[in-house]
């Protein structure tokens, strides 16, 4: 009589084990699932509506850094140096992108500009023997406004500064829509690749007057 009843308790307990098991394992899986429904639904609403900063908001966190852009002075006689910040990369190529979407947006100080506005970038690669490729889409040929001195300005403006900003950069190669092209406007030899131009830098006093004005 006390097997029994003791067979039977050892049934219930194995049941009640059995039934808890299954209830765990019915737990988990719902749990999944509505994880999954759960990241796929924002998922989905950011890709839809992403924030104003950007999809998923990765612009507004993004690290900063300092660099040193170059513009002309009126007379496009020198570049003179202006510190921003702006959005930092893992990239070399990419940072690279970075500084000279701000060269094209222009002077914050009070410089002269050297990139027409509607300049757009369509890609930028580093080769293995430290030359920069900056391929250009063709506004910035169609909208440079030519001249010896203006043509200059820009080639250096942009060579200076890459060259300045990232080491590992020791040449620069202007490509436009992926091509080589002889000249931006008619005047200078777009070519060969550019080196760092240190005549065309602003004099430490001259530069040192524009900035405390």
């Known amino acids: 009589m006390g097997s029994k009843r003791q067979a039977r308790s050892v049934d219930i307990k194995n049941k009640k084990k059995r039934k808890g098991v299954r209830v765990l394992i019915l737990s988990l899986i719902v749990s999944c699932v509505l994880g999954f429904l759960v990241f796929f639904f924002l998922t989905l609403f950011d890709s839809v509506y992403p924030p104003v900063a950007g999809k998923g908001g990765k612009e507004r966190s993004r690290e900063k850094q300092q660099v040193t852009l170059y513009f002309s002075d009126t007379n496009e006689r020198f570049l003179f140096p202006e510190k921003r910040y702006i959005p930092k990369d893992r990239t070399m190529e990419g940072q690279a992108k970075e500084i000279i979407k701000a060269l094209v947006d222009g002077s914050k100080t009070g410089l002269v500009n050297t990139f027409p506005l509607k300049a757009d970038i369509i890609s930028v690669k580093i080769e293995s023997d430290q030359t920069a490729r900056i391929n250009f889409g063709k506004n910035?040929?169609?909208?440079?406004?030519?001249?010896?001195?203006?043509?200059?300005?820009?080639?250096?403006?942009?060579?200076?500064?890459?060259?300045?900003?990232?080491?590992?950069?020791?040449?620069?190669?202007?490509?436009?829509?992926?091509?080589?092209?002889?000249?931006?406007?008619?005047?200078?030899?777009?070519?060969?690749?550019?080196?760092?131009?240190?005549?065309?830098?602003?004099?430490?006093s001259t530069s040192q007057r524009v900035k405390t004005r």
Not at 143 to 154: F, I, K, V
Not at 159 to 180: C, F
């Open 140 to 204: 910035l040929a169609a909208n440079h406004p030519g001249g010896s001195a203006s043509e200059m300005a820009t080639i250096y403006s942009l060579t200076n500064t890459l060259i300045t900003n990232i080491p590992e950069i020791k040449k620069v190669k202007i490509l436009i829509e992926g091509k080589e092209q002889e000249s931006l406007k008619g005047h200078l030899d777009i070519r060969n690749p550019f080196s760092f131009n240190k005549e065309l830098m602003a004099p430490v």
